[in-house]
């Protein structure tokens, strides 16, 4: 039989970060969480938590987790159909930065509106979102790749279109003579981290030596504000600078030559009415605004 006071216990440590907040969030006492997890630890005959600072779920934790994230969304919706005032779901989702910054809220809107769910956004970049759908952290992403997950549904989102802008006095004075091996390796670029790999395969595209001189923002609305001050030149999504390129405040560097990342939305198969409507609203919301480059 399994032992869901245990699994809430397992989830609310690694979601909370600690056994403290964790008793605080199930309303119960810090010894009781460490038993209960000693307990499930026991059921499962394994470790279930690295003791960490955070404390990190295990392999079999983590499945452990999906189970039973599963389960409470699998109740909320019967629940929901029985009962007129059942508190509403929470839903976690996985989204890289850019999608956030653009599209991802009027996706959002049908649900938020209504209100048919509470929204927990969790932010990396888009070839790192998978890893916490398979963790079971959440119910969907957005990523940049197509292979499934077992147990998900994978859906072609289509294409976001990047271009590589920068402010015409960054232009003027950086590449006067064109986009060159000289000239990128010593314009100071902007990358939105260390995993960013965007830049380097626009350069490698181009012809040009990825190793150039970086500035690291890890705000996708900073981003763009970084560039427009004249700071550095970067890769944004079309759809993000539309308004400028149209005013002029900023420019191609390479006109017309965009990069296209592919995102698809993975989505654990638990069929209620809101997952499938979140499944609906990112679809159609993605169908709206990735064809606009």
Not at 104 to 109: I, N, Q, T, W
Request: hydrophobic content about 45%.
């Amino acid at each position: 039989m399994w032992d869901y006071r245990g699994l809430a216990a397992l989830t609310a440590i690694v979601e909370e970060g600690n056994f403290e907040r964790a008793a605080m969030a199930l309303s119960i006492s810090q010894p009781a969480v460490s038993h209960r997890l000693r307990a499930l630890e026991q059921w499962a005959g394994e470790l279930l938590v690295i003791r960490s600072q955070p404390p990190q779920a295990t392999l079999r934790g983590q499945q452990l987790i999906a189970h039973f994230r599963q389960v409470q969304l699998l109740e909320s919706g019967m629940e929901a159909q029985l009962q007129a005032h059942t508190p509403m779901p929470q839903l976690a989702i996985a989204v890289n930065a850019d999608s956030a910054a653009t599209w991802l809220l009027d996706a959002l809107a049908p649900l938020l509106n209504a209100p048919a769910c509470l929204i927990d956004i969790r932010i990396d970049d888009q070839e790192e979102t998978l890893r916490h759908l398979r963790e079971g952290q959440v119910i969907g992403c957005i990523t940049s790749s197509g292979d499934a997950v077992a147990g998900t549904t994978v859906e072609a989102l289509g294409n976001m279109a990047y271009l590589c802008v920068a402010t015409p006095a960054f232009v003027q004075r950086w590449f006067a003579d064109g986009v060159t091996a000289s000239a990128t390796a010593v314009a100071p670029a902007l990358v939105y981290n260390r995993s960013d790999r965007l830049h380097e395969r626009y350069l490698r595209q181009a012809g040009l030596p990825p190793g150039v001189p970086k500035n690291y923002f890890p705000s996708a609305e900073g981003f763009v504000s970084f560039i427009k001050a004249g700071h550095g030149y970067g890769m944004v999504p079309a759809i993000q600078v539309r308004h400028e390129l149209e005013a002029g405040t900023l420019v191609e560097l390479t006109p017309r030559e965009a990069l296209d990342v592919p995102l698809y939305w993975h989505q654990w198969n638990i069929q209620t009415l809101t997952t499938r409507a979140l499944r609906t609203a990112i679809v159609e919301a993605a169908q709206r605004w990735l064809g606009r480059h």
